[in-house]
């Protein structure tokens, strides 16, 4: 995307970013059978049977083509962009990152379908990184280790105008049969530091995690193994907005921070399915963050995809007043 052409401009001072999430838009080429001999098989064959038919490109290009009418200032997109984190997936996700905008506009965080199983770095997660890096976070190849190395590179901070990104890695090599997610100690601590620090309390907060914090709409299978730290730590160091996929499914929940201000954890469908039933349906997110003295005022728009239309159309709309530190 051209950033003066297509992007910001708003009249009212507010920012404007699009959520994308699960858009398992990778499509697996005659995978070498040794790069199946561990959890892999089972995603093949789920994505041979199924999630190939369920995720279809085209209806992620209508979603960019209706996204870019709505001039957005930054995409963020909450993990799972591929099937089974194989090194072509990554290719293949690249190639379509680069078509969409700028690494400077996207900010794109792992999903446990990225991760597999534990893949080398540079097979890997070394193909997006302009898209996960921190702003002014240099590269750090200790290890070649996707896990090890996502669990040293978050969280990261990418601000835009008056929004701070936080992202989060909630991705590791669950078990068999699982789909759970794990943030690193090490990842919390920083978390931690980070917060409480104060850094970033004039920029309205946006956390971005694949896993849901709670277990309102998610199965045991699924969950976020250890919710209950990070929902503890955000209790006491709120931020303004939580972002999440995972579910495929469009979902609210929200926690209360220590002083009583209640924290959106807001999930949202995958942005390439065909899927119609009732809040599975492929959508995005469009958010437009506003500011008085006092608060933040988040206004988010659904857009939902119509297999009859053929669209992505304005469906829900919520408004969030958060106050603001000053
Ligand atoms: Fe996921």
Redesign the pocket.
Known sequence: MNESSETGGHANESFRFVQLS?LHLSYIQAPNPIQLLNKRILGYLSWLRKRRHTHQRWILDLAIEEIRQLKVDHYAIT??LTHIGLKHEFEQVSQWLASVATAESITLIP???DLYVNEQWDRSFALWENYMLGDNQKRQHSSNQALTQLNQLYPTVRIRKQVAFIGLSSAFDAPWFR?TGKVGEQQLDRLQKLLSSKALDSYCKVLLI??PLTMTHTPTR?CLLNRDKLINLLTQYPVELVLH??GHNSCYDSVDSIDNNEIPIIGMSSTSSINQSNNYKAEFLLFDIGKTAQHWIINKQNYTFDKNLKKFIATAQQEFNQSRIC
Do not use: F, V
């Open positions: 699960d993990g799972d999903g446990n379908h789909a694949h896993h699924k996929g995972h």
